[in-house]
């Protein structure tokens, strides 16, 4: 394993791909920015080509590669590369008024599901068995799915309060049907069996499409010659390590947002902020706290599926360097189209013929770019354009704030410049030095992170106890994900109290996090990725 | 007149349940899944008035008592409304005819329908609150002097706890206890009557029509459902705004605190107080009450129209609160005894929304 030397970020965006090498002290070497492609790797491929051929580095000293990639996310929305999973609920006799999978979208359940069972067992919210495990049923339903699934999702009524069921019928798993990929609800999501469940199942349906990505990712670094230790981004802003990842591709879904926040950290050293990062086609606005992205405490859809594992807290609007202006001046209308990485072809600028919000920042003043004087016929257009622009941001910026006061904002992503100097609700606008690469800087910070959300009930030990309890399973869950164990600190502790029940239970939400570290332990998933290349 | 419920039907409901539910109550959401899958299995659930069964007919009220919480763990099994009328049927002697919400309001508002479906039973087009209270003697039932007695509970296993309670609040407590004893929630039944008692007052009749006309003028209304809302429920809108402050804090398993919402538009320069007990209970601007428990204050998200529970309110969402008049059985003087401001701990006393607006609209 080598030793910390230089890191190479990359993460894909909707429309582009950025690449960037930081050195030890975090400074960044070089950097390079190409459209995402359609399916993605080739992208990689380019924007990885791009930074190694024009740097000039040595890049024979990149020692480690981190990956934020929509790989998980397309793989979801266009149901491709999904394994088939065998879905095993615990809870009978509740429970079965709703079946696994009953609200999914038709055509990605038969793409997804190998079967579906409910069988007797489950947690109530205080600790007890609901009904006795029932692990002959678990085995039944193996055998009738034997050979024609690539993975298991187990979820368990309350598995939130105690893994216990779950970690039962897993063992039962791997005695009848041998190795193959499980994944386990209490592991993944909160409490909301459904959500959970749900997620559970993606997360086992995406098992592969992690593997491939590290494998088409150690190939492109290998005609490089190239061969550094591989880390997944994963959505609080953090890295797995790759073993990790193949377990938990879920996690990958909505790193890229995650990554520009921790990039717009770094970038200005702030750790409590809002920040803003303009794309070509959407800008995500999302709240920096404690230095990590401020996770969202509603369930999120994927795909059509409802969800609710953690994910940045973002407003998302339609408004990005590209987007397309059309309508009169007096009502114009901003997108929700957009030029996307054609931006250098079609904007007025450029010499194109499409008005676009780029325009409308060079021709107020906010950008130079292109040829200024082929903005001026539209003029008053793009300023109308303009100052609706800044209307939207303004509230976007006011949804995701959770209470009055102005903060600063941190302008990223290469659309940013659309982003006035003042703005209401915003403090100061702070614009750092490689702004545009934020997302792939973000993904190269060496942090790794643990988390745990699940239900307390206070023992002896009263409310300090549960407290210590989650802060040690966090930091536990941090080093197993790769961190060293001499940095993990708890970077969040939340303890939120359960309405309408009366007795003392409380969900608490910790995580940990530290630098990159302890590499050792993925040494072996590592191995078994670079050796299948060939 | 009798209709079968389809799913666009039970989409719709399920939306109105949630408005119903006056921020209280618990996500209908699963209710509706529960509802549709039995639709997919048994069919679609009759619908039927009061004077569509003979006076003499017995009708079970039912739900669920106890954590929401819980329910979006520990789902349902579909089977446990059958449990309950088994039994009550062998206690009284008597033959259950139709199922009736207990509370229309939030989750509750479905889950009667599910277990009505799945025996072939109908459920009749009322329930016991027209909106979502906390506590079981809070109910119309209570109202018209209707015995509490039996009451059943039961849980998804089958276990099984007669009630014999001196009074409703006894009835509350008993089956509270059961409720965390099952595992937080268990589903109940009690206050069963006639037919004839429901149309002579035990009821609130028309709910389910009045939950259904509102998800359908939520799903359908062109450009400014909210106004549509108003129009089907004779409700007022109290302030359209942006939330600028949420205090919540849970005591003893209730949510209790207070939102503040800063009129924008024509509402610009308005505050609006919203005071919480896990339901909104009161609405007051410059210390006068706009509108208060049992009349209905609802709080919606301004671009959706969906209604907004007490626990996901938060800083800067563009809401609409909206008032609605309360069936009228809770303007007497034993509804406001038990359901009033002074119900809920507040020290004044209620006037109708519609005179506090000022609106004779």
Not at chain 1, 24 to 52: F, H, M, N
Not at chain 1, 128 to 152: I, M, N, W
Not at chain 1, 312 to 322: F, H, M, N, Q, S
Not at chain 2, 103 to 121: C, D, F, H, K, Q
């Given at each position: ?71 998980a996310?397309?793989a979801v929305?266009?149901?491709?590369r999904l394994h088939r999973v065998a879905v095993i609920r615990i809870g009978a006799p509740a429970t079965l008024?709703v079946r696994p999978m009953f609200?999914w979208?038709?055509?990605l359940t038969?793409v997804v599901s190998a079967g579906a069972t409910v069988v007797a067992g489950g947690i109530e919210f205080d600790g007890r068995d609901l009904s006795p495990f029932d692990g002959d049923a678990v085995a039944r339903f193996l055998g009738s799915v034997a050979g024609r699934c690539d993975g298991v999702a187990i979820a368990s009524v309350f598995a939130p309060v105690s893994p216990r069921h779950e970690l039962l019928a897993a063992e039962i798993v791997k005695r009848e049907l041998g190795q193959l990929h499980i994944s386990l609800s209490h592991e993944i999501g909160s409490v909301g069996l459904l959500e959970r469940e749900n997620a559970t199942i993606l997360n086992a349906a995406l098992a592969g499409v992690a593997g491939d990505?590290a ?17 997944f981004?994963q959505n609080?802003?953090?890295?797995m390590a790759l073993d990790h990842a193949l377990r938990y591709p879920v996690l990958t879904i ?48 994927i795909?059509?599926i409802r969800t609710n594992f953690r ?137 790794v992170s643990g988390q745990v959300d699940r239900i307390f009930h ?11 309890e989650a802060?040690q399973e966090a930091k536990d869950h941090a080093v197993a994900a790769g961190a ?23 969900r608490i939400r910790a995580k940990a ?5 302890g590499?050792?332990a993925s040494a072996e998933a590592q191995?078994g990725i ?5 | ?71 979006i763990e520990k789902i ?80 998804e ?26 595992g ?178």
């Amino acid at each position: 394993m080598p030793a910390l030397d230089f890191r190479l970020g990359i993460d894909v965006g909707g429309t582009n791909t950025d690449a960037v090498i930081l050195d030890r002290s975090d400074q960044v070497l070089a950097k390079a920015k190409v459209p995402t492609t359609p399916d993605v790797t080739s992208g990689i491929v380019a924007a990885l080509d791009a930074v190694i051929g024009t740097s000039g580095v040595d890049v024979s000293r990149i020692t480690h590669a981190m990956l934020g990639t929509t790989h998980a996310t397309n793989a979801v929305l266009e149901r491709r590369r999904l394994h088939r999973v065998a879905v095993i609920r615990i809870g009978a006799p509740a429970t079965l008024g709703v079946r696994p999978m009953f609200e999914w979208p038709a055509d990605l359940t038969a793409v997804v599901s190998a079967g579906a069972t409910v069988v007797a067992g489950g947690i109530e919210f205080d600790g007890r068995d609901l009904s006795p495990f029932d692990g002959d049923a678990v085995a039944r339903f193996l055998g009738s799915v034997a050979g024609r699934c690539d993975g298991v999702a187990i979820a368990s009524v309350f598995a939130p309060v105690s893994p216990r069921h779950e970690l039962l019928a897993a063992e039962i798993v791997k005695r009848e049907l041998g190795q193959l990929h499980i994944s386990l609800s209490h592991e993944i999501g909160s409490v909301g069996l459904l959500e959970r469940e749900n997620a559970t199942i993606l997360n086992a349906a995406l098992a592969g499409v992690a593997g491939d990505v590290a494998r088409a990712l150690g190939q492109a670094l290998a005609a490089h010659n190239l061969s550094p230790v591989t880390f997944f981004a994963q959505n609080d802003g953090t890295l797995m390590a790759l073993d990790h990842a193949l377990r938990y591709p879920v996690l990958t879904i909505g790193s890229g947002p995650a990554n520009s926040i921790r990039g717009a950290a770094f970038l200005t050293g702030r750790s409590d902020a809002l920040v803003a990062d303009v794309g070509g086609t959407s800008t995500d606005v999302g709240v920096l706290v404690n230095g990590f992205p401020r996770e969202s405490s509603q369930g999120v859809e994927i795909g059509g599926i409802r969800t609710n594992f953690r994910m940045p807290d973002l407003v998302t609007i339609a408004l990005g360097g590209g987007t397309v202006l059309s309508g009169g001046v007096g009502a114009v209308r901003l997108g929700p189209e957009s030029v996307g990485y054609r931006l250098r072809d079609e904007a007025l600028v450029f010499g194109g013929s499409t008005p676009t919000l780029t325009d409308s920042a060079v021709a107020t003043g906010r950008a130079r770019l292109g040829d200024p004087s082929l903005a001026q016929p539209a003029l008053r257009l793009l300023e109308a354009a303009s100052r609706a622009a800044d209307l939207a941001l303004a509230d976007a910026i006011d949804r995701v704030k959770t209470a009055k006061g102005d903060l600063a904002l941190i302008a990223v992503g290469g659309g940013s410049i659309l982003i006035p100097d003042e703005l209401a609700g915003v403090s100061e606008v702070i614009r750092p030095h490689h702004f545009d690469a934020a997302n792939a800087i973000g993904a190269a910070i060496a942090s790794v992170s643990g988390q745990v959300d699940r239900i307390f009930h206070f023992g002896p030990g009263g409310r300090k106890a549960a407290l210590d309890e989650a802060s040690q399973e966090a930091k536990d869950h941090a080093v197993a994900a790769g961190a060293d164990p001499d940095t993990v600190q708890i970077v969040e502790l939340e303890e939120i109290p359960l309405a309408y029940l009366t007795s003392p239970a409380v969900r608490i939400r910790a995580k940990a996090a530290g630098a990159l570290g302890g590499l050792y332990a993925s040494a072996e998933a590592q191995a078994g990725i670079h050796a299948s290349q060939h | 007149m009798k209709r079968l419920l389809g799913e666009p039907v039970l989409r719709s409901l399920a939306r109105g349940c949630a408005v119903l539910g006056t921020g209280g109550g618990g996500d209908p959401r699963i209710g509706l899944l529960l509802a549709l899958q039995a639709l997919e299995e048994v069919g679609p659930t009759e619908l039927v008035d009061l004077d569509d069964l003979p006076r003499d007919a017995l009708i079970m009220p039912c739900g669920m008592v106890g954590a929401p919480t819980v329910h979006i763990e520990k789902i349902e099994n579909g089977g446990e409304g059958a449990v309950l009328r088994e039994h009550l049927e062998r206690l009284t002697g008597r033959t259950v005819a139709a199922l009736m919400p207990a509370e229309i309001g939030g989750s509750n508002g479905l889950l009667p329908l599910t277990w009505a479906g799945r025996m072939g039973l109908p459920v009749v087009d009322a329930d016991g609150m027209g909106r979502a209270f906390p506590l079981i003697p809070q109910v119309s039932m209570h109202l018209a002097g209707i015995d509490p007695n039996p009451g059943v509970m039961t849980d998804e296993r089958g276990n099984v706890v007669v009630f014999r309670a001196i009074s409703g609040a006894w009835m509350e407590r008993l089956e509270r206890s059961a409720a965390v004893e099952f595992g937080g929630a268990g589903a109940a039944t009690e206050y069963i009557m006639t037919a004839a008692q429901a149309q002579d007052g035990a009821a609130v009749q028309g709910t389910f029509t009045l939950a259904i006309k509102i998800g359908e003028a939520l799903n359908t209304a062109v450009g400014d459902p909210i106004a549509a809302l108003v129009a089907v429920t004779g409700g007022l809108p109290l302030m359209i705004g942006k939330v600028t402050d949420v205090e919540r804090r849970t005591t003893k398993g209730f949510v209790r605190g207070s939102v503040v919402v800063e009129g924008l538009g024509d509402d610009a320069g308005r505050l609006l107080r919203l005071e919480i007990q896990n339901e909104n209970l009161v609405a007051l601007e410059q210390g006068r009450v706009l509108a208060s428990v049992p009349d209905l204050i609802t709080v919606l998200d301004s671009e959706t129209a969906d209604a907004i529970p007490t626990e996901r309110v938060r800083y800067g969402q563009r809401v609409t609160v909206i008032a609605m008049p309360c069936a009228p059985i809770w303007r007497s003087a034993f509804g406001l005894e038990m359901a009033g401001p002074r119900a809920f701990g507040y020290d004044f006393d209620y006037v109708p929304v519609e005179e506090l607006t000022g609106a004779s609209a």
